[in-house]
């Protein structure tokens, strides 16, 4: 069947000369096309710039949103930033969809920096990779309870002590 | 030139088999995980009535046990309060927060279906109306869409 | 006294499993003289709080956890909700007319596999943020923080010169209690609790251990 719909999605990390982050988002889908770009600092993982356009999109007013994007300049990526860009940039009063590229953006970021830990525990024989995973669950008790691996009756967790 | 350091992405694809049914297929693809998900979503409510998942790569020898958890969407309402909260708890966080993602994703795939879907119809048949009186036309079938932001909530007053 | 300074029930904070009642009575077998209702952006009605400790012969205070554009911020004596997030400052100035204290809610609550600590943030970088000239007081012992991240806020606050709090950030049972702030003098009420917060007069620490 022909599709009647379709979107795609896709966010990538580059770093920078001076170890900043460079982050971009962009939504093509049947009826718009966007774009977000951010710009990270490291280690404090502030928002220090952002850029987007809006290339298509079902209504020409859709533009009047591109200058709520700096609503997210000087944010810190961490605890209640998912909310905070909803809040500022999404909803009823701004373009959900722009909110949603920023927060693709801030996702990519935690990812890469969660990649590092996740090799780690990556490995060709089946118990290392127990092992390497159980010892990043000890490491980072915030993992407990987040997913079905995870739970609290996992058998990954038997017998393991979590840091406090 | 700089190498990239992370990517990822989704790609959502909505069929309508007929005017009660959207069927949604999903794939998340990243450096860490890949997963798939076909979705089937019912009107009048757009309420989930199958989701099916299927892993490709995941990091723990639990991650599979996740694929029954995305039966705790099934019933579930696209429109209703808090529905993307909901599926980051019973689906997320019960299960896998990648699936969630991706099914968030084919949800809101289905509900941009819903509202501009048929303009594509009026288009290729040169029927299109003028688009404010059919994005009016379509505030009072697609729950949500009015106050989904700043210019339909204008149009919308 | 001992007192959880931060703890969410599910009569205001939808992320909680926690009966207020239950997390009263736990608070009490764990050993605590106090708790904390601090929900999300939403507080208790002043007499509800009130009729709750006469019930337990028990303090229970009202504070509010406060999304702000900076950070998430605890507020005692301030009485009102928050439907929109605002800046810091803007709550700071409401804060002071209302006569309140304000203590910046785990400032370095990190993510779940990595933390911000596991970037090379020092505690010197860390203590420019510009949320901590905001506020009265930084959580320097929080219980839904990993260790490195409250190591951290416990050494910005020595930079800072900051007095440092503790809370359990409790959303269920086994949670309360898990990081406290004790307090040198008796409080009866909350007006006791907002002079003792202005006066400096605490320590925070880790309480309740796992299993405990």
């Given at each position: ?17 001076d170890g900043s982050?460079l ?6 889908d ?6 977000v770009e951010?710009?990270?600092?490291v ?17 020409e007013?859709?533009?009047e949103?591109i ?5 997210a ?11 905070t860009?909803?809040?500022?940039v999404?909803?009823s009063e ?8 920023i ?20 490995s060709?024989?089946?118990q290392?990779?127990i092992?390497g995973t159980?010892?990043m669950?000890?490491q ?8 079905i ?6 058998p990954?967790?038997?017998?393991l002590?979590?840091?406090? | ?6 990517a990822?992405?989704k790609?959502?694809?909505i ?7 959207f069927l ?10 890949a ?23 995941y ?7 996740a ?5 705790n ?9 808090d529905?993307a ?6 689906v ?5 927060t ?13 509900m ?26 379509k505030?009072?079938?697609v729950?949500?869409l009015?106050?989904s932001c700043m ?5 919308g007053? | ?5 931060h ?6 904070s939808?992320?909680?499993?926690l ?17 904390c209702?601090?929900?999300h ?5 002043i007499?509800?709080i009130?009729?709750?400790s006469?019930k ?8 509010v ?12 004596g301030l009485?009102?909700d928050f439907e929109?997030i ?24 990190s993510f779940?596999?990595?933390g ?11 203590s ?5 000239k905001?506020?009265?007081a ?6 839904k ?12 606050a ?21 990081c ?6 008796n409080?009866k009420?909350e ?6 917060l202005?006066?400096?007069?605490f320590?925070?620490?880790?309480f ?5």
């Amino acid at each position: 069947m022909v599709l009647s719909y379709t979107r795609n999605k896709y966010a990538t990390i580059t770093d920078l000369e001076d170890g900043s982050l460079l982050v971009r988002a962009t939504l093509e889908d049947s009826f718009f096309a966007c774009t977000v770009e951010i710009e990270v600092k490291v280690p404090d993982l502030e928002i220090t710039s952002i850029w987007g356009e809006i290339k298509r999109a079902f209504n020409e007013e859709c533009q009047e949103a591109i200058p709520l994007l700096q609503e997210a300049a000087g944010l810190r990526i961490g605890s209640g930033i998912n909310k905070t860009i909803s809040d500022l940039v999404g909803g009823s009063e701004g373009c959900p969809k722009l909110a949603d590229l920023i927060l693709e953006c801030i996702d990519e970021v935690v990812l890469r920096f969660t990649l590092p830990t996740i090799k780690e525990t990556q490995s060709i024989d089946e118990q290392e990779r127990i092992k390497g995973t159980r010892e990043m669950l000890r490491q980072n008790p915030g993992l407990l309870g987040s997913c079905i691996a995870f739970a609290e009756d996992s058998p990954l967790l038997k017998g393991l002590e979590l840091e406090k | 030139m700089s190498t990239l350091t992370f990517a990822r992405s989704k790609i959502v694809g909505i069929e309508c088999p007929d005017e009660n049914t959207f069927l949604a297929h999903g794939i998340l693809d990243d450096y860490i995980y890949a997963l798939e998900l076909d979705v089937e979503v019912k009107l009048p409510d757009f309420e989930l009535s199958s989701v099916q998942g299927r892993w490709k790569r995941y990091t723990t020898p639990e991650c599979p046990k996740a694929i029954a958890k995305l039966q705790n969407a099934v019933g579930l309402r696209i429109p209703e309060k808090d529905f993307a909260r909901k599926i980051r708890r019973v689906v997320g966080k019960e299960g896998c927060t990648h699936f969630a993602n991706l099914l968030l994703e084919c949800c809101d795939g289905i509900m941009q279906a819903a509202a501009y879907g048929g303009w594509k119809d009026l288009e290729e048949k040169k029927a299109a109306p003028e688009k404010e009186g059919y994005l009016k036309r379509k505030f009072e079938s697609v729950p949500g869409l009015e106050d989904s932001c700043m210019v339909y909530a204008r149009m919308g007053k | 006294m001992i007192i959880d300074l931060h703890v969410h029930t599910k009569a205001f904070s939808s992320d909680s499993n926690l009966d207020p009642e239950e997390a009263i009575k736990e608070a009490k077998k764990v050993g605590l003289d106090g708790i904390c209702f601090t929900e999300h952006n939403k507080v208790w009605e002043i007499e509800e709080i009130r009729r709750l400790s006469r019930k337990w012969g028990f303090l229970v205070a009202n504070g509010v956890e406060v999304d702000t554009v900076e950070g998430h911020v605890l507020v005692f004596g301030l009485h009102r909700d928050f439907e929109r997030i605002i800046h810091v400052q803007e709550l700071r100035e409401m804060a002071d007319q209302a006569g309140g204290v304000m203590i910046v809610a785990h400032p370095f609550k990190s993510f779940r596999v990595f933390g911000v600590s596991d970037l090379s943030l020092s505690p010197e970088q860390a203590s420019q943020r510009p949320i901590f000239k905001s506020v009265d007081a930084l959580e320097g012992f929080s219980g839904k923080t990993a260790e490195k991240e409250n190591i951290l806020a416990q050494e910005v606050a020595r930079i800072l010169g900051m007095n440092m709090t503790g809370g359990s950030d409790a959303h269920s049972l086994e949670a309360i209690g898990k990081c406290v702030t004790i307090f040198e003098n008796n409080i009866k009420d909350e007006a006791g609790l907002i002079q003792e917060l202005k006066r400096g007069r605490f320590q925070a620490a880790y309480f309740r251990r796992q299993g405990g």
